[in-house]
T-cell receptor, first 114, second 115 residues
């Protein structure tokens, strides 16, 4: 069974630009969560989608948005990039996001904002 | 507000010995606790979990202990192997309401196992 895939793996952007990251979950998984990892803050929750609906959202500004498609693939978008958005963005998929549904992570997208 | 805390950023252990990684939490609503292992340039990999109604869960060399009254859990690795060298994240989840699918992570402990 294929794992969680994320594209692209690396991205370099300049301040003010926008970026779209993609996540393909494990087949059959309907929940996709996004996390931002930075050295100072660790793994911070961005948002979670289940069956194309955002179920909950972390404490990030409105510049961070996402969506999920009918095939459970998910995208996140960051508009008006800032230097502080440089981070590893991880997505995780699980069957339904319940506590006993193991969340499997992708390799991440490394975003650098110059 | 860090609801899951790993106060030791690093731990160094000799091969064959026991590694003990600690984690504290503040939210009594957590239903499940998990440990993930992360190598550089890879996403976190699930290791072991424990429900809040249990106090111990074992899987091979890995055992997780939960002390609810102290809001503390620990991961024991016995025996430790050089391949265990990685960053270990403690995580927790509330299994109801508006927080489904959300893992709360600690900041991680870098484990180094030396020969």
């Amino acid at each position: 069974k294929a794992g969680v895939t994320q594209t692209p793996r690396y991205l370099i952007k300049t301040r003010g630009q926008q970026v779209t990251l993609s996540c393909s979950p494990i087949s059959g998984h309907r929940s996709v969560s996004w996390y931002q990892q930075t050295p100072g803050q660790g793994l911070q929750f961005l948002f979670e989608y289940f069956s194309e609906t955002q179920r909950n959202k972390g404490n990030f500004p409105g510049r961070f948005s996402g969506r999920q498609f009918s095939n459970s693939r998910s995208e996140m978008n960051v508009s008006t990039l800032e230097l502080g958005d440089s981070a590893l963005y991880l997505c995780a998929s699980s069957l339904a996001g319940r506590a006993y549904d193991t969340q499997y992570f992708g390799p991440g997208t490394r975003l650098t904002v110059l | 507000d860090q609801q899951v805390k790993q106060n030791s950023p690093s731990l160094s252990v000799q091969e064959g010995r026991i590694s003990i990684l600690n984690c504290d939490y503040t939210n009594s609503m957590f239903d499940y606790f998990l440990w993930y292992k992360k190598y550089p340039a890879e996403g976190p990999t699930f290791l072991i979990s424990i429900s809040s109604i249990k106090d111990k869960n074992e899987d091979g060399r890995f055992t997780v202990f939960l002390n609810k009254s102290a809001k503390h859990l620990s991961l024991h690795i016995v025996p430790s192997q050089p391949g265990d060298s990685a960053v270990y994240f403690c995580a927790a989840i509330v299994d109801r309401g508006s927080t489904l699918g959300r893992l709360y992570f600690g900041r991680g402990t870098q484990l180094t196992v030396w020969p």
